[in-house]
């Protein structure tokens, strides 16, 4: 199995002293058949344009026909500094997985976190625009704003990491990589892999 993981720098585990971000943490907890090829593919500060723009070309050269393959699309906060509206996310964003149906690529779609120095209304809209699309097609969403964006430890992570911005946004740390983790590991993870929680 080859898993190709776009979006933006949290994609990266940007701000990360163990460098292992949420993917790093999610593929150590998960017990696949086989041992997967996972490959982050990350653009710093990527709007859902930019990533629209971009992603088959990267990802196609890495897969193999007739393979087991696996895309995860990791929303960013880049649309609300670039101030992208959310139709327009919307559209790039089904523009992104129904490309991924064509071509029979089973699709996952992280949405954004509540990073501190984002404009948390038009973040709750563009969370609730990449849900819907992903609704409307059967696709399975982890939403991580509405849990973390009352999580204490989410927070204390926030102003821990206040130093480490990127376009004004607050990169997560090791706990809020772990909590984001979590929240992946307790969505559609497993079934969507076809894995199980490693003991």
Sequence with gaps: ?????????????????RGLGWIGRTVARTQFPEPPVVMP????????????ARWEGEVITRLV???EDRLVVCVGTADVAAGVSTPRAR???????????NLKIPCLVVGP????GVDRQTLDALSRACAEVCGRRGIPFVDTLSPLAAH??????????AARTVDGATLPGQ??????????????WFEWAGASPRQ
């Design 1 to 17: 199995m080859r898993i190709c993981i776009v979006g933006d720098e949290l994609v990266a585990g940007a701000g990360d002293p």
């Design 41 to 52: 593919l990350a653009v710093p500060g990527e709007t859902t344009g930019d990533l629209a």
């Design 65 to 67: 026909p007739g393979g």
């Design 91 to 101: 559209l790039d964003m089904a523009n992104i997985v129904d490309r991924a149906a």
């Design 113 to 116: 976190p509540p990073l501190g």
């Design 152 to 161: 204490d430890q989410w927070a204390e992570d926030m102003m821990a990491s």
């Design 175 to 188: 706990a809020g990589y772990a909590l984001m983790a979590w929240l992946v590991l307790h969505g559609p």
